[in-house]
């Protein structure tokens, strides 16, 4: 099975590589107002680089603006219109770096995306060059150059018959006047037969019977170029899909239109076949999707339970030796977890669906709030933890604090891990600030065991570790690092690592943060928990553990907890009852989740559409989070759930209903 997809994938991939005309695939970039205003290089093939001169290297991933930045604001509204409408869209284009020109079709493979595949037509410019040309200078060349003009003349005819694209000449009725030697092997027609036939004949019944027949005269010498795709049939009934392209030829007063024939049947070939290989590779990602989805879920579930009856079991009376066992419990299961988001991060960033999120928080707070986790874990193996931050750091910054949080997480959990003597150090400091952006550099230093220059080349690679006997003795998934330096990534900046075998390494990240001119830290917000105090809460969970663990942890508040174990049960509750925040489990018997937060917003029942519904489940990916707002749910809280982060998304809810303004988040 492998073996056939990977030759699928070799065909379609040589296919691609192999075709004449290029190609390239292209995502449109938006404002925050929805305005098209640049559009980013996904994909190109060979006959592109061969055309424009710009190497793969240097065009995918990077925008038009970073390549061309003097490019038109024309030719991205007209890409936003076919992404916009799906409807393909020809063009024309001259480009001054090559002094080429290029035929070319645009349209739409994907929501969000357009493709564009073009041709060199530079020889055809060229004869309609030397066409004008010589319309222009005829009566200097026949007055004073009669032997030159007849040497122009056999020249252009010698060019005209060589040119490998099919060119007719017609009038204005479509009557054919001129054709080359291309023209007559592609049509399969005699001089005789070709010479005064009209141009319509050669259309499809299907092409003539629409507006072509209607539009590309009339167009063509209103706007003195037309192009179009359409459908030739040759003199033995063969079908071509072709590119017609015609130009408005005036010989003083008399007028013509030249067109040049792109035979298209090979394109198509390679469209479809790219069609294919995308559905193929769609289906693939969705089948990725679907397992990991359940595989978290189905981790998550019992990773809940444990953790909760753990939380539960600290406030019970227990031997110095069960607080220990338990201890390991709650640390096996945090490992386990670690595990399964790192998973899930990845498969994130691999298929571009990571969201880094800007909001204003505490820089200082945030480093302040890490270090006591690492220090103390740092003590506990007879490490000393060094710290150097700097004083002149913004402390209000725009950013992602929890992804920023993680990175920093990673290189200190990796650094207190690897070491076993000496210390880790953490310095953080401003190298430098332009205008309103802070450039900042994490610097953390241990003395591990190190790595070598070819253990550095694949540290920062997925699933890597720098031998085999690292993940036999530390564990791990080889994740975290690959992680950390594609976040740093996405965010604008980077990580390094210099290091020496046996001699420990120094890890650098450097992050670009706006300065936030916002004093409010949004991560620590000053709850009062006493809001939940009588608090009518609905929690609909199926799982008999999670719901005794999740019931206890709420009750602490002084809420009041009625309990549903179906999406069923929990509509009839609200029907019969009130209440101030709904919480359901999206996988449950009789009646989902997502149904039943459907069916409650649809009751006829004064207040329903103000209740704060929540959904608690063990789906974390980002389309889970659009299903429950599609559903009408308010915000999403993930499994595991610690008491602490639960009580605070309630006080927080009850908090914005009360100021009346619960909104999705």
């Known amino acids: 099975m492998d073996n056939k997809a990977d030759n699928t994938e070799t065909k379609y991939r040589l296919l691609f590589e192999n075709m004449t005309s290029a190609f390239a695939l292209h995502e449109m970039i938006y404002d925050e107002s929805g305005k098209p205003i640049d559009y980013r290089f996904l994909e190109i093939n060979s006959a592109f680089e061969e055309m424009t001169g710009l190497p793969k290297e240097k065009v995918v991933g990077k925008t038009v603006l970073q390549i061309i930045p003097n490019t038109e604001p024309y030719w991205i509204e007209l890409y936003a219109k076919v992404v916009y409408t799906g409807f393909p869209t020809p063009f024309q284009n001259y480009a001054r770096e090559q002094d080429r020109y290029y035929d070319g079709w645009a349209y739409r493979p994907q929501e ?82 070709l010479k005064n036939l009209n141009f319509y004949k050669l259309l499809t019944k299907e092409a003539s019977g629409g ?23 040759s003199r033995n009934g063969s079908v071509f899909p072709v590119m017609l392209t015609a130009s408005r030829i005036q010989m003083d007063s008399d007028t013509y239109i030249a067109m040049i024939i792109s035979n298209r049947s090979e394109q198509k070939k390679m ?54 066992y338990m201890k390991n419990i709650s640390s096996a299961a945090r490992t386990l977890f670690g595990t399964i988001n790192g998973i899930l991060d990845f498969s994130k960033i691999e298929s571009g ?60 959990s990796n650094a207190v891990k690897f070491t076993e003597k000496g210390f880790i150090g953490i310095s953080v400091s401003r190298l430098v600030q332009l205008h309103d952006i802070a450039h900042l550099e994490f610097v953390i230093k241990d003395f591990g065991i190190g790595l070598t220059k070819e253990e550095i080349d694949v540290v920062f690679k997925p699933f890597e570790q720098a031998d085999e006997s690292v993940t036999r003795k530390y564990g791990g998934t080889g994740l975290g690092l690959a992680i950390s330096h594609e976040l740093a990534v996405l965010m604008g900046g980077k990580i390094t690592v ?81 209440f101030d925040i ?16 459907k069916e409650i917003r649809k009751l006829n029942k004064p207040g329903v559409k103000e209740i704060i519904i929540l959904a608690i489940t063990a789906h974390a990916m980002i389309e889970d989070i659009r299903k429950s707002w599609a559903a009408g749910m308010n915000g999403h809280i993930t499994k595991p759930i610690r008491a602490e982060a639960l009580n605070r998304q309630l006080c927080a809810w009850i908090s914005s209903r009360k100021k009346g303004k619960p909104e999705n988040g």
């Open 582 to 597: 709904i919480l359901l489990d999206i996988q449950m018997p009789v009646m989902d989740g997502l149904t039943a937060a």
């Open 271 to 324: 469209e479809q076949s790219l069609v294919e290989a995308k559905e193929q590779a769609e289906r693939a990602s969705q089948a990725k999707s679907f397992f990991l989805a359940n595989i978290s879920h189905e981790i998550r579930t019992p990773i809940n339970a444990i953790l909760g009856m753990v939380y539960l079991m600290q406030d019970t009376q227990l031997t110095e030796q069960q607080r220990e």
């Open 211 to 233: 507006n072509q027949k209607e539009t590309l005269f009339p167009v063509t010498l209103s706007n003195g170029s037309f192009s179009t795709e359409t459908e030739l049939i």
């Open 353 to 412: 669906k990571m969201q880094i999120e800007t909001q204003s928080f505490n820089l200082k707070n945030l480093i302040r709030d890490i270090l006591p986790v690492f220090s103390l874990a740092a003590d506990e193996k007879g490490l000393e933890f060094r710290t150097n931050i700097e004083e002149d750091i913004p402390e209000f910054v725009i950013g992602d604090a929890f992804r920023i949080s993680q990175i920093l997480s990673n290189l200190l």
């Open 112 to 193: 969000g995306q357009f493709a564009v595949i073009f041709t060199d037509i530079s020889e055809f410019k060229i004869i309609e060059k030397e066409l004008t040309e010589y319309r222009d200078n005829l009566e200097i060349l026949a007055a004073e150059r009669a032997a030159k003009l007849v040497e122009s003349e056999q020249r252009f005819h010698l060019l005209f018959d060589h040119t490998t694209e099919p060119i007719l000449i017609v009038d204005t009725e479509g009557t054919i006047l001129e054709f080359n030697n291309a023209a007559k092997v592609f049509l399969d027609y005699s001089d005789e037969q």
């Open 498 to 578: 210099s290091s020496k075998k046996g001699e420990g390494s120094t890890f650098i990240l450097k992050l670009p943060l706006h300065i936030s001119k916002n004093s409010d830290d949004s991560l620590t917000p000053n709850m009062d928990m006493s809001i939940l105090e009588k608090a009518r809460i609905l929690l609909a969970e199926d799982h008999d553990i999670t719901r005794k663990v999740l019931v206890e942890i709420i009750k602490t508040t002084g809420a009041d907890v009625t309990v549903a174990r179906n999406g069923r049960e929990a509509v009839e509750l609200v029907r019969k009852y009130d």
